[in-house]
């Protein structure tokens, strides 16, 4: 009996063995990405069934499947819905090692790190949490001293976990994800294509910080205090009278602007690129506008500035970004995302703040308003605030007739 016994248990171990030796990427892995700003948590959840792998990426808000794998020398690529990312990952005494990698006009690698066992955080105090919650304002600066004001939104949800953004004249760093480290509240965002990173600490009634709002950028954040609040976006853009385009749509077809098809409407031109995520926050509710007052004459041109290797992979990816987002608007490929290419390839662009721009164009072909950048849902009210304002020039616009 104990021989059975012992040899069933063999034929376990064993089977497990084997499987744990096949199926070495499975399950959960909590990582973390080495931005300039420090290092950002995420889970990775992979699973194989039969010889293929699928999987997820989770930040605490945003929920990323993952594709296109491979294994190949014991180690496991994959990618998401961006050509230009690549992650690479492989076992090391137990835990996963390697990169993620985007490319594109550059190339930008940062390591990764994972383990099968959950980390531990730090909890703050009621006295610790309560001196972070707020607004904070400060203006950052970079190397070339060009100044740019940036708030920082610190708040805790009903389940009291802490969340945050920062918002600056382009919109906002997306929903972020909030921890302690000792003294430090650390705010993150990654959705596996791009990321923002804040790793804050109090000095007195001021805040300071270290950010990252992108792979391959860092500032410094000194002296940010409350009760401060930020620039008029609807100041930032400056476009003149002149206002003009020729692009082609996604079937090779030149539109230009203005035209007859276009003339006696009220037109958004929306500046984005699929790589923003600000575009991404603010694409539903463009199409929520375009389907609610399309009949009484809105119309929406998006045009895009890419990021991807070639102008194939552009063209693509905006496809892509179309058929998943259900967007009935009319979308063009704009060209490379380069410093300053709007004002460059749109007559009449004089100041251009960021992604994304939205020019108001009333039905006489006038240029009524502009908007640089959007507050999304991570913003609370000045969400609630820019879609409102929004609405109410469409409606003017209409009206107006």
Request: proline content about 4%; glycine content about 8%.
């Amino acid at each position: 009996m104990r021989f059975n016994i012992t040899i069933s248990f063999l034929l376990v171990l064993f089977f497990s063995i084997g499987v744990n030796a096949q199926n070495g990427f499975s399950g959960r892995w909590y990582a973390t990405l080495q931005a300039p700003a420090g290092e950002m948590p995420f889970e990775l959840t992979f699973k194989k069934i039969g010889k293929k792998y699928s999987g997820e990426l989770w930040d605490g808000h945003h929920r990323v499947r993952l594709q296109d794998f491979k294994l190949e020398d014991n180690k496991l690529f994959f990618g998401i819905d961006d050509a230009r990312i690549r992650f690479e990952v492989e076992r090391q005494n137990g835990d996963l090692i390697g990169s993620w990698t985007r490319k594109g006009t550059s190339i930008t690698k940062l390591s990764i790190t994972a383990k099968s066992i959950k980390p531990q955080v730090t909890r703050p105090t009621n006295k610790q949490l309560k001196s972070f919650l707020g607004e904070w304002f400060c203006v950052e600066k970079d190397e070339s001293g060009k100044e740019t004001p940036v708030t920082l939104v610190i708040r805790t949800r009903k389940n009291k976990s802490i969340e945050g953004t920062g918002i600056d004249p382009t919109g906002d760093f997306g929903v972020m994800q909030g921890y302690f480290q000792n003294d430090k509240l650390v705010l993150s965002r990654f959705d596996g294509q791009s990321l923002s990173l804040v790793v804050a600490k109090l000095e007195g009634e001021s805040l300071q910080a270290a950010v990252s709002t992108s792979p391959s950028s860092q500032f410094a954040i000194f002296g940010a205090r409350k009760g401060v609040t930020l620039p008029d976006p609807t100041k930032v853009a400056k476009i003149n009278p002149s206002l003009k385009f020729n692009f082609s749509d996604l079937e090779g077809k030149p539109i230009n602007f203005p035209n007859d098809e276009f003339r006696g409407k009220v037109v958004i031109v929306n500046i984005m690129g699929t790589w923003c995520h600000n575009c991404h926050d603010e694409t539903p509710f463009l199409v929520e506008l375009y389907e609610k007052y399309h009949s009484k004459g809105l119309e929406i041109i998006s045009l895009c500035f890419e990021a991807q290797e070639t102008e194939e992979q552009d063209l693509k990816a905006i496809a892509r970004y179309k058929k998943t987002r259900k967007i009935p608007y009319t979308m063009l490929y704009a060209g490379k995302l380069e410093s300053g290419a709007p004002a460059k390839k749109i007559t009449g662009v004089e100041n251009f703040g960021g992604y994304p721009t939205n020019i108001f164009v009333a039905r006489d072909g006038t240029i009524s308003a502009t908007h640089t950048g959007f507050w999304g849902p991570a913003t609370g009210e000045k969400h609630i605030q820019i879609k409102k304002e929004f609405e109410e020039t469409i409606n003017n616009l209409i009206d107006n007739k």
